[in-house]
Nanobody
Framework: QVQLVESGGGLVQAGGSLRLSCAASGRTFVDYHMGWLRQAPGKEREFVAGVARSGPLLYYADFVKGRFTISRDNSKNTVYLQMNSLKAEDTAVYYC????????????????????WGQGIQVTVSS
């Protein structure tokens, strides 16, 4: 089992920034690829960004490219999502997720079925 706890959400004005953190415990963090996904009211959950367990391999949804940055600190068992230039449409519950196993391409971070999930954290962007 992997336990994931998100923090750093809240209310911010459009154009502002937030940094989400996700602390992992329970298993060897470096064994897991990590992702951030989000779900807005009335919409399906969607992929935001992912980082491979080795770190250098990253993948982003088109709608956050150039605005969001995912990173991980394996020494702290933590993955981050730096969100800049926030828009009202970024308002959602953001989830941290983990997946073990091999991947062959960065795009796998988007389509994989994540095994473990955090409880989610609200991000609200006011326009």
């Amino acid at each position: 089992q992997v336990q994931l706890v998100e923090s750093g959400g809240g209310l911010v004005q459009a154009g502002g920034s937030l940094r989400l953190s996700c602390a992992a415990s329970g298993r060897t963090f470096v064994d897991y690829h990590m992702g951030w996904l989000r779900q807005a009211p009335g919409k399906e959950r969607e992929f935001v960004a992912g980082v491979a367990r080795s770190g250098p391999l990253l993948y982003y949804a088109d709608f956050v490219k150039g605005r969001f940055t995912i990173s991980r600190d394996n020494s702290k068992n933590t993955v981050y999502l730096q969100m800049n230039s926030l828009k009202a449409e970024d308002t959602a519950v953001y989830y941290c997720a983990a997946k073990s196993g091999a991947i062959t391409a960065a795009q796998d971070l988007e389509i994989m079925s994540y095994e473990y999930w955090g409880q989610g954290i609200q991000v609200t962007v006011s326009s």
